[in-house]
T-cell receptor
């Protein structure tokens, strides 16, 4: 089975531009998570969805960040406008619903804001 | 709030030897899950092993095993017969067994493991 698929793998853009990161979870997984990894803060949860509904977005840093899950097989994380401090690796993960279910991660998107 | 601490930023082991990575956590909950994830230079996050807090038996996955000490809030990872492919960053993570908003993984800062040939 295909794992979690993220695109793009790398993104370099200039400050002020809109950035959209995409994620396709594993088929049959009902929970989807967006994490951000930086040297300063390590890995931190931004937002997660259960059955396409946002459950916890307390990790979203500010209004410039937004996430959507229009259907069970697709999610986006958008940053508008982007800033250099948003540079990080962004991971998407999915699991079956339930806290005993392991989360499977995508390969991440390395985002660089110049 | 729950926290996860990995006190060893870097570790080194000789190929074929055994190494233990440390992890401690803080929680007031009695039911939770603990995980070790491996992140090689390719950047993937790979689940290595997991432990349910209600189970006394330590989890084992081939060359990987844990030493789970619930009272001490300790969750160390032992890698036996280390291989060059084990070289990676290893993250310890905690997840509450309560549903809803506590479903997130809380990660430690990681331990970078080098394997010497």
């Amino acid at each position: 089975d295909a794992g979690v698929i993220q695109s793009p793998r790398h993104e370099v853009t200039e400050m002020g531009q809109e950035v959209t990161l995409r994620c396709k979870p594993i088929s049959g997984h009902n929970s989807l998570f967006w994490y951000r990894q930086t040297m300063m803060r390590g890995l931190e949860l931004l937002i997660y969805f259960n059955n396409n509904v946002p459950i916890d977005d307390s990790g979203m840093p500010e209004d410039r960040f937004s996430a959507k899950m229009p259907n069970a097989s697709f999610s986006t994380l958008k940053i508008q406008p982007s800033e250099p401090r948003d540079s990080a690796v962004y991971f998407c993960a999915s699991s079956r619903v339930g806290t005993n279910q392991p989360q499977h991660f995508g390969d991440g998107t390395r985002l660089s804001i110049l | 709030a729950q926290t996860v601490t990995q006190s060893q930023p870097e570790m080194s082991v000789q190929e074929a030897e055994t190494v233990t990575l440390s992890c401690t956590y803080d929680t007031s909950e009695s039911d939770y899950y603990l995980f070790w994830y491996k992140q090689p230079p390719s950047r993937q996050m790979i689940l290595v092993i997991r432990q349910e807090a209600y189970k006394q038996q330590n989890a084992t996955e081939n060359r990987f095993s844990v030493n789970f000490q619930k009272a001490a809030k300790s969750f160390s990872l032992k890698i036996s017969d280390s291989q060059l492919g084990d070289a990676a960053m290893y993250f310890c993570a905690y997840r509450s067994a309560n549903g809803g908003a506590t479903n997130k993984l809380i990660f430690g800062t990681g331990t970078l493991l080098a394997v010497q040939p």
